[in-house]
């Protein structure tokens, strides 16, 4: 039977909470919620939640302070970064912290609670102890079969939350191995690079997923924020494959 997740929402504007927690209620998931970074450390050790949606922007303690804080404290929970669209100016940082899923606003009932469950489902594999190689239907993450062996990429997922990146690069480069024009693989492996300071290799990456699926949203977002520190235009063909 899955298991009932407890959620806290750390965004400081109510009418999003509202939407959030009604929701993320309806999926039958437990919600806290908190204003600010503040209000949220406070209640960490009354809501002790099995996954955190951040925002970034807050009055007072903002996201990343917050984050920061959490992984000083060794609070590994999984956090997913909910923001405004294209303006992630933290997200190198936030990434190196473990957090590499985010959320763009706004955004729908449905994708809000497909990426609540696609986390939870990495973490319940995680507490289940489930082989890195073993099937992994829940969320589509499973890239390539070979030699009837499939590719989980959330095993790498769960490598890059905690911050493990030397086994996410082993993951991801058997999945690469197996299945080179996997958007999602080539995506994360730039995110990898980007955590590792490996900015170019990061831009290719991301390039190579858009190449094999102009419409990967993931690839999309990293690339549109990658053009944004750099001064890069996005619409260029020549920057973006995925450009009309």
Known sequence: MKRT???LIVEDEPNIRLVFRTALEAAGHAVAEA???????????????????????MPGMGGMEFLRRLRAAGDETPVVIVTAHGTVPDAV??????AIDFLSKP?????????VGQVMARQDEADGGEDETMPAPRGGEAVAVMSGT??????????LNRRDFPRAAELLEEALDLAPLSPEANTLMGVLHECRGQDHAAYQAYRRALEADPHHGP??????????????????KAINPAAS
């Not at 600010?36 to 951040?54: F, Q, T, Y």
């Not at 940082?93 to 473990?98: S, T």
């Not at 955004?107 to 990426?115: C, D, I, K, Y």
């Open 35 to 57: 204003r600010d970074g503040n209000e949220a450390l406070s209640r960490l050790p009354v809501v002790r939640p099995s996954l955190i949606l951040l925002d970034l922007q």
């Open 219 to 236: 690839a999309l977002d990293n690339l549109r924020r990658y053009c944004g520190r750099f001064g890069l235009d996005f619409r260029s």
């Open 5 to 7: 997740a407890r959620i």
């Open 107 to 115: 955004t729908s009932p449905e994708t809000l609670r497909g990426v």
């Open 93 to 98: 940082e936030a990434m190196k912290l473990g």
């Open 150 to 159: 499939v590719v989980n990429l959330s095993a790498a997922k769960r490598a």
